[in-house]
């Protein structure tokens, strides 16, 4: 029998332990899942923290952008990621627009994430502006993970998904979620010193995707990092694996086999 990889590993990781990795120097591991058995592969792996994203809209759901998912589309799978992790914490995204309309919506949202799964914190796009939201959210007993730098939800706005390089709103951004009581900050396509000068910033832990390394953590899209994802792949990705072809092999194989009648055999059938 397999024995899992995080039977030697600490217990279950909470904003506490996120902080002494913080404190200690060490480093954090994120990645996303938005179903049961990748959750509970990644758990084993000993991720640190599991993130239900509102990138779901564009890797599973196949649209453009994470504007269309909705907050019953993020109950849905961070129930499914929620029941698989043993050990990672998992935080779930506050979709398009629970993060932009009054604030009471907010924690409302944000109290279904913990009552509906068995989740246990939540991620919310924005910085100095939504300090108030996140200042109410945490009072309401809702971890909250801020994310400043790109903002997907906000791509119409922006114009698009660029680099951004303003380092003082950046900082202002990241401090601002810190003193509002956000328990880390997610950075988001920054150049590197930017992303070490945000770091250096808070005492909080930072989790760097396109960041550069001098962050607590970093985090990639699974499935961008295992490559089975289609079409635009961010530079700042590294591939550790190439599993759209394996599948697309092993179907392939599949295919020719029953075309050949090789399958099924004797050995396949009952008798």
Known sequence: MAVSTS???PARVTTRSLQKIRKDGGNISMLTAYDYPTAE??????????????????VVQGHDTTLSVTMDDMIYHAKMVGRAAKR????VDLPFPEGQL????????????????????????GGAEQAKRIETIVTAGIPVM?????????????????????????????KAAEQAGAFAVLVECV????????????KVPTIGIGAGPHMTGQVLVTHDMIGFNSGYLPSFVRQYSDVRTTIRDAAVAYRKS??????PTKQESFR
């Open 191 to 202: 150049p590197s010193d930017v992303g070490q000068a945000i770091t250096e910033a808070v």
């Open 258 to 263: 029953i075309d050949t009648g090789d399958f």
């Open 7 to 9: 039977e030697n590993l």
């Open 102 to 125: 009054e604030i009471m919506r907010s924690v409302e949202a944000g109290a279904r994430v913990l009552k509906e799964t068995t989740c246990h914190a939540v991620k919310l796009e």
């Open 146 to 174: 801020a994310h400043v730098g790109l903002r997907p939800q906000n791509i119409h706005v922006d114009g698009g998904y660029r680099v951004q390089r303003d380092l003082p709103t950046l900082i202002e951004d990241a």
């Open 88 to 91: 990672s914490m998992v935080v």
């Open 41 to 58: 592969v990644l758990d084993e792996a000993g991720i640190d923290i599991l993130l239900v994203g509102d990138s779901l809209a564009m």
